[in-house]
């Protein structure tokens, strides 16, 4: 079973849409993250949610909308999509338990026409 | 400012070749360090990590990584490369405990595997 899981893996839309990126953990962990990576593969964190808590929101668009309707899930919703919005956005998750180790899922690949 | 440098962006190794990835980190204390790989297409897959204790750790895939507080380095090694390791590699810094975590990323060095 995959332990961090996100839907859709690839998504191509357009301009001015509204998207979400789905993601759930199977881990018990209960902090989960976004990350995005650019084109240059640079990672950088967008949000992350302790008990379904927002803890970190860097300096992200407002287009930009988490929702964690449970310690397992962490959604990702994305308004009114931009060019500069297409990259890879990747969900983690990490507990106390496991020795602060972060674990990924597998990304989701956002190209936006 | 915290940051991690991967000074290498690109690296070529023939196959059975041995390889060191370095990493350098600017942190005031000894955060946790991770080493994280990633293949073509893929996600994010942790290779080895470094809290405390051992400075010489011991990862997957017969990679292994040594800590050295006074250089501020973590560099990655492997002492025989397969074409299988011809990848992404990703060194990251936490520099928060508790819940307030947050990782801190080289910006990756390129593995490529000549046969």
């Known amino acids: 079973d995959t332990a961090v899981s996100q839907t859709p893996k690839y998504l191509v839309t357009q301009m001015g849409n509204d998207k979400s990126i789905k993601c759930e953990q199977n881990?018990?962990?209960?902090?989960m993250y976004w990350y995005k990576q650019d084109s240059k593969k640079f990672l950088k964190i967008m949000f992350s949610?302790?008990?379904?808590?927002?803890?970190i929101n860097e300096t992200v668009p407002n287009r930009f909308s988490p929702k964690s309707p449970d310690k397992a899930h962490l959604n990702l919703h994305i308004n009114s999509l931009e060019l500069g919005d297409s990259a890879v956005y990747f969900c983690?998750?990490?507990?106390?338990?496991?020795?602060?180790?972060?674990?990924f899922g597998e990304g989701s690949w956002l190209t936006v026409v | 400012a915290q940051s991690v440098t991967q000074p290498d962006i690109h690296i070529t190794v023939s196959e059975g070749a041995s390889l060191e990835l370095r990493c350098n980190y600017s942190y005031g204390a000894t955060p946790y360090l991770f080493w994280y790989v990633q293949s073509p297409g893929q996600g994010l897959q942790l290779l080895l990590k470094y809290f405390s204790g051992d400075t010489l750790v011991q990862g997957i895939k017969g990679f292994e990584a040594e800590f050295k507080r006074s250089q501020s380095s973590f560099n990655l090694r492997k002492p025989s490369v397969h074409w299988s390791d011809a990848a992404e590699y990703f060194c990251?810094?936490?520099?928060?405990?508790?819940?307030?975590?947050?990782?801190?990323w080289g910006l990756g060095t390129s593995l490529a595997v000549n046969p």
């Open positions: 983690a998750s990490s507990s106390q338990g496991t020795g602060n180790t972060i674990y």
């Open positions: 881990l018990g962990h209960d902090t």
């Open positions: 990251a810094v936490d520099i928060n405990a508790g819940n307030n975590r947050k990782l801190i």
């Open positions: 949610y302790n008990n379904k808590e927002l803890i």
